[in-house]
């Protein structure tokens, strides 16, 4: 079976907190159902639900959002 080449999303993004760029970095726990972000340098960090369809920046965009809301 040939195996699909994922396309490779950004896994690095621009902390909306400290304003650097590529310093938030995202994990993916499939198996817990959960996407986590962190930024090294302001220590600003994230968790969501996330389910086998989510990519990194579905975590990063909803933490955007949730930003914007507070």
Same mark, same amino acid.
């Given at each position: 079976?040939?195996?699909?080449? *994922?396309?490779?999303? !950004?896994?690095?993004?621009?902390?909306?907190?400290?304003?650097? /760029?590529? $310093?938030?970095?995202?994990?993916?726990?499939?198996?817990?159902?959960?996407?986590?972000?962190?930024? *090294?340098?302001?220590? !600003?960090?994230?968790?969501?639900?996330?389910?086998?369809?989510? /990519?990194? $920046?579905?975590?990063?965009?909803?933490?955007?959002?949730?930003?914007?809301?507070?």
């Amino acid at each position: 079976s040939k195996r699909r080449k *994922r396309v490779t999303l !950004a896994k690095r993004f621009k902390c909306p907190f400290c304003a650097n /760029e590529e $310093v938030v970095e995202c994990k993916m726990d499939f198996r817990q159902g959960i996407g986590s972000l962190a930024c *090294r340098l302001c220590g !600003a960090s994230y968790q969501m639900p996330i389910h086998h369809l989510h /990519e990194p $920046v579905d975590v990063f965009s909803e933490w955007l959002d949730d930003c914007e809301a507070a």
